[in-house]
């Protein structure tokens, strides 16, 4: 029975996707494992270490449908690993050939070439939904280049911006996590091939030929050596994963805030039931935000695991690797989750530009202090200025009066400002500095990045 929300019933698509579960299921893994078995043939075989005849063979039989898979779980669970298993299964199925199956390679070298199989297939995934999540945000920054709208520092008022600033502020992390994986996957896709203690000596001479072979026939880079234990590619990857979904819990929990009742500034699509209440019929909860926000906990929990993972003991480790097999799937499976509920989120995103109004007015001119206070600064001095605007705040808070009406009472402003400037100062549309500029620059970097 399901009993993780990985492949529960109930939320196996909440917290994976089909398309990531198909990467990590059991079957592609035993398949990769065959892969893996089937290029050291045929490289061995294009090195003169094995006969040609045999590699064939391996390659035509070798085959997940052939394998006893309750067989070769109970000797998995008997021997601890499941390349014992499977290579005597495949031994005895490739006939007089099985007796070159597995010829001078390790389990680990199998088991972890299989993984990298594995991370090379979810990375593109990863990848292409990186580049919708940036289209997503290009729209709505195009978009909302100029729509205004409260920006809060320590969750108070602070000055206007605009929606389009914020989704390029978003989607400049973006930007850089395509690059960081751009560089980060030639590190990581490299195959695994060194024998018992990584020194390939069960070969002679000719280890590091059927090296190169082997990763050649599966496509993956020649490792600069033995990685047994050096496991930083792995760990790499996964806190790479953490700083993806470290930026989309740092969306998702923008909008959540901002679709608080209090805000109602964007709103998740709209689906009929989606964020219901069992009692609350008013209720639409940030379904999508709370997923992703959820999942980037579990994400950074399994990067700090490969962390962890990669004290390993000498050369071969006695514990550490075994870790891997719990935090690479799972952090990948989160992953691809959070990704596709922001996708699916910022695609149909509802932006209530009015509400985003309607809170900025809210203070009636105090958030825009700062722009009286640089008005006065010239004839004032900054620090006098701000002296004064404060002083004038502190008296619209008091008596609930609009900011403007409170300089408007105070004689010393008067004396410098006229109405008609003080109401432009006040005026928080007319103050949302290079916000609009921020956006043009960071679409047109954004755009040659895609490049």
């Not at 990531?20 to 090195?47: G, P, W």
Request: glycine letters at 6%; one cysteine or more.
């Amino acid at each position: 029975m399901p009993s993780t929300v990985y492949d529960s019933l109930l939320f196996r698509n909440m917290f994976a996707t089909e398309k990531m579960r198909a990467v990590f299921s059991d079957k592609a893994l035993i398949e990769h494992y065959i892969e893996t078995e089937v290029a050291l043939a045929r490289a061995e075989a294009r090195c003169g270490i094995i006969p040609a005849n045999a590699a064939i063979e391996i390659a035509e039989k070798s085959r997940y449908e052939a394998l006893d898979l309750s067989e070769m779980q109970h000797q998995t669970e008997i021997v601890g690993y499941p390349i014992l298993p499977l290579v005597e299964q495949l031994s005895k199925i490739c006939g007089e050939a099985g007796r070159y199956v597995h010829w001078g390679a390790t389990t680990q070298d199998i088991m972890d070439t299989a993984v990298v199989l594995q991370i090379r297939s979810a990375l593109d995934i990863v990848a292409t939904d990186l580049q919708h999540v940036r289209t997503a945000l290009t729209t709505l920054a195009k978009a909302h280049r100029d729509t205004p709208m409260v920006g809060r520092t320590h969750l108070q008022h602070a000055l206007p911006v605009t929606f389009g600033y914020k989704c390029v502020v978003w989607l400049s992390m973006f930007d850089r996590h395509a690059e960081r994986l751009a560089q980060l996957r030639p590190r990581v896709e490299v195959g695994q091939f060194a024998g018992a203690a990584g020194t390939l000596a069960s070969l002679g001479e000719k280890g590091l030929e059927v090296q190169q072979a082997m990763m050649e026939e599966l496509g993956l880079g020649v490792p600069q050596t033995t990685w047994h234990v050096a496991r930083d590619g792995f760990a790499e990857t996964l806190n790479f994963l953490g700083l993806v979904t470290g930026s989309l819990g740092k969306v998702a929990l923008d909008i959540m805030m901002m679709m608080s009742s209090e805000l109602g500034e964007v709103y998740e699509p709209f689906v009929k039931g989606r964020g219901a209440s069992s009692t609350m019929p008013q209720k639409r909860n940030p379904i999508s935000c709370e997923i992703i926000y959820a999942a980037a906990k579990g994400v950074r929990q399994h990067a700090g695991l490969m962390l962890d993972a990669m004290i390993q003991d000498f050369e071969r480790s006695t514990g550490p690797w075994q870790a891997e097999w719990v935090a690479i799937p799972e952090s990948f499976m989160l992953s691809s989750a959070a990704l596709e509920q922001t996708v699916f989120m910022l695609n149909g995103l509802e932006v209530k530009p009015d509400n985003m109004r309607r809170n900025i007015d809210m203070t009636r001119g105090l958030i825009v202090a700062e722009a009286v206070m640089m008005g006065l600064a010239p004839q004032l001095g900054r620090q006098a200025a701000h002296d004064v605007v404060y002083d004038a705040c502190r008296v619209a808070n008091t008596e609930n009066m609009p900011l403007l009406d409170a300089l408007l009472r105070t004689e010393i402003v008067t004396a410098r400002l006229s109405k008609a400037e003080l109401q432009a100062l006040t005026e928080p549309g007319n103050y949302t500095g290079l916000a609009p500029v921020m956006v043009d620059r960071a679409l047109l970097a954004s755009e040659k990045n895609k490049k």
